[in-house]
């Protein structure tokens, strides 16, 4: 067996332990002692090491001043991180910790806050210090998260498996601003074609609605569909119902069915129903299936971050 397997946890592998200031414990790493205690370990302020090879108890520092033993092949003193494994580790004075993936792949990006992919380099949608939350998805702090991050188009940073997992459900909105996450040029080829072979009652040929698309922000007025309504700038059917504009024909505002002096009340109810669906309900069994191909054949232009390949943003060394 590979003597550095012998030492360390299974989230590292290295050759002294960390003294908690907070409770005088000794825990290989911060996270042990996180998922141990009722307490976060703020690793900055460990002032002392246990050697793994001669027990003997010192200052942080690289090397045990008794046995020699080198705690890891990478250590950052700021961070008081030790790793025997090579994961191209570096520190990064922006974030104020460690990332890995290797400081040539990345940049920091002082808007957003975060090191990003130089692929991204005046290629994305900065918003301010968009690290510095928690995943929309698991609640996980995203800074500080030792799981990979994937950007969307939006801009709104998700972990990568929980991005990877939204879409396996059908779900391929981003939690936050409800954009389209990648490029669903397909998916929407597909329920037009669903629409297509699907006419709508006779007493609905002339119903129009108000739509608004979260995808470009634009709003179109088009006839209703129970598959979805398309948005008339894009062509997507990541769309909501709106108010009804001004000056609208009531024939064309009024559902079949209903008397005008109950418009208002049905349509409203009407809206309520369609929202409570992403864009109308449109074509889910459809949209699921090609979802779930696009996940199988997912060639996101940013691998997850720790693969660094794209647009991605590099996950903490911690």
């Not at 911060?30 to 010192?58: A, G, I, P, Y």
């Amino acid at each position: 067996m590979d003597k550095v397997e012998k030492y360390g946890c299974e989230h590292y592998k290295r050759k002294c332990a960390l003294i908690a200031p907070c409770c005088n414990k000794t825990y290989t790493c911060r996270v042990c002692h996180d998922d141990k205690e009722n307490h976060e370990l703020t690793r900055k302020k460990v002032m002392q090491v246990h050697c793994l090879t001669c027990k003997r108890v010192q200052q942080v520092q690289g090397s045990c001043e008794e046995c020699g033993t080198k705690f890891g092949n990478y250590f950052c003193e700021i961070c008081r991180l030790y790793d025997d494994e090579d994961k191209q580790q570096f520190h990064c004075d922006g974030c104020g910790l460690c990332r890995v993936g290797g400081r040539e792949n990345f940049y920091h990006c002082d808007v957003c806050d975060v090191c990003l992919s130089i692929s991204m380099k005046d290629n994305h949608k900065c918003i301010e210090k968009s690290s510095h939350s928690n995943c929309p998805v698991c609640l996980e702090d995203l800074h500080t998260s030792r799981i990979a991050a994937h950007i969307p188009p939006c801009g709104h940073l998700i972990h990568y498996k929980c991005f990877k997992d939204m879409l396996k459900t059908g779900n391929y909105a981003c939690p936050i601003c409800g954009q389209s996450m990648l490029d669903m040029k397909e998916v929407w080829q597909n329920v037009d074609e669903e629409v297509s072979q699907c006419p709508m009652p006779e007493e609905y040929q002339n119903y129009y609605v108000q739509i608004l698309c979260k995808d470009c922000h634009e709003e179109s007025r088009v006839l209703f569909h129970v598959l979805g309504l398309k948005c008339q700038q894009c062509g997507s059917y990541n769309t909501c119902r709106t108010q009804e504009p001004e000056g609208a024909e009531e024939s064309e505002c009024t559902p079949p069915g209903v008397n005008a002096s109950t418009t208002q009340g049905t349509t409203e109810t009407s809206n309520d129903q369609t929202e409570s669906n992403p864009s109308t309900s449109s074509n889910n069994a459809a949209r699921g299936s090609n979802l779930t191909e696009l996940v199988n054949d997912l060639e996101i232009s940013g691998a997850h971050a720790g693969n660094f390949t794209g647009s991605s943003a590099s996950n903490t060394s911690k």
